[in-house]
C-alpha cells in the first residue's frame, strides 16, 4: 500500500503570505494525485488533479506541482476563504490513500 | 448540477449492521466510480471502497474487507454501503463521493452521514 505524509501538520500563516504545502508518496505515483480543501462541518472540495492541473472554478491562486514521490500545493495570497485544512490523495492505486492532512490556520 | 446525498447514519452497537445511501442526481452512478471515504472524529480522511460503473469491479479498504459491502442501484441511482460487524473504531463520518471513469480523484461528495458505534 502506499502511503503519503504531508508536512506540516499545522501552518500558522496571515492574509496575503505565500505558503507552500508538501505532500510525499512512499513510492512512486507518477503525477496521480489530488488536492483537496476541508473547511469543519463539510466535506472536502476538490482542487486539483494529475498534480498541477486546477479544477473549474478555483482560484487561479492555488497551484500544485510534483511528480513521482514529492508534490506541492501553493497558495500564492492567502485570503480569508483559505483557511482550513488540506489533504492530498493518490490515486495511482488501490487502496486509495490520502495524507494526514495540513491545518492552515490564521496567525 | 451534480448533486450527492448522503443518508442512513446512525448511533448502533458493537457488532450491528447499518446500510449507508447515497442518492445521486445530475449524473448517473452507473456511468461513474463510486466511492466512500470516512472521517472519524477529529481525524483525516480515510478511504474505504469503491464500485466501478458498469461492472460490478470493486475494491475495499482492509480495515473493513468482509465486512462492508458496496453495492449500486442504477434504477434508484443510488449508491450503497452495507456495513456488518460494526467495531467501534468504525466510527465517522461517511462520505460517498464521485470518481470519473479512469479519473480517480473525487470531484464531488455527498454531505456526509453520521455513524456512531458504541454500546
Known amino acids: 500500500d502506499i502511503q503519503m505524509t504531508q508536512s506540516p501538520s499545522t501552518l500558522s500563516a496571515s492574509v496575503g503570505d505565500r505558503v507552500t504545502i508538501t505532500c510525499r508518496a512512499s513510492q512512486s505515483i507518477n503525477i496521480w494525485l489530488a488536492w483537496y480543501q476541508q473547511k469543519p462541518g463539510r466535506a472536502p472540495k476538490f482542487l486539483i488533479y494529475?498534480?498541477?492541473s486546477l479544477e473549474g472554478g478555483v482560484p487561479s491562486r492555488f497551484s500544485g506541482s510534483g511528480s513521482g514521490t514529492e508534490f506541492t500545493l501553493t497558495i500564492s495570497s492567502l485570503q480569508p476563504d483559505d483557511f482550513a485544512t488540506y489533504y492530498c490523495q493518490q490515486y495511482k492505486s488501490y487502496p486509495y490513500s490520502f495524507g494526514q492532512g495540513t491545518k492552515l490556520e490564521i496567525k | 448540477e451534480v448533486q450527492l446525498v448522503d443518508s442512513g447514519g446512525d448511533l448502533v452497537q458493537p457488532g450491528g449492521s447499518l446500510r449507508l445511501s447515497c442518492t445521486a442526481s445530475?449524473?448517473?452512478?452507473?456511468?461513474?466510480?463510486m466511492n466512500w471515504v470516512r472521517q472519524a472524529p477529529g481525524r483525516g480522511l480515510e478511504w474505504v471502497s469503491v464500485i466501478y460503473g458498469g461492472s460490478v469491479t470493486t475494491y475495499y479498504a482492509d480495515s473493513v474487507k468482509g465486512r462492508f459491502t458496496i453495492s449500486r442501484d442504477n434504477s434508484k441511482n443510488t449508491l450503497y454501503l452495507q456495513m456488518e460487524s460494526l467495531r467501534a473504531e468504525d466510527t465517522a463520518v461517511y462520505y460517498c463521493a464521485r470518481a470519473l471513469p479512469f479519473g480517480g480523484y473525487l470531484d464531488y461528495w455527498g454531505q456526509g452521514t453520521l455513524v456512531t458505534v458504541s454500546s
Open positions: 445530475g449524473f448517473t452512478v452507473s456511468s461513474n466510480y
Open positions: 494529475k498534480a498541477s
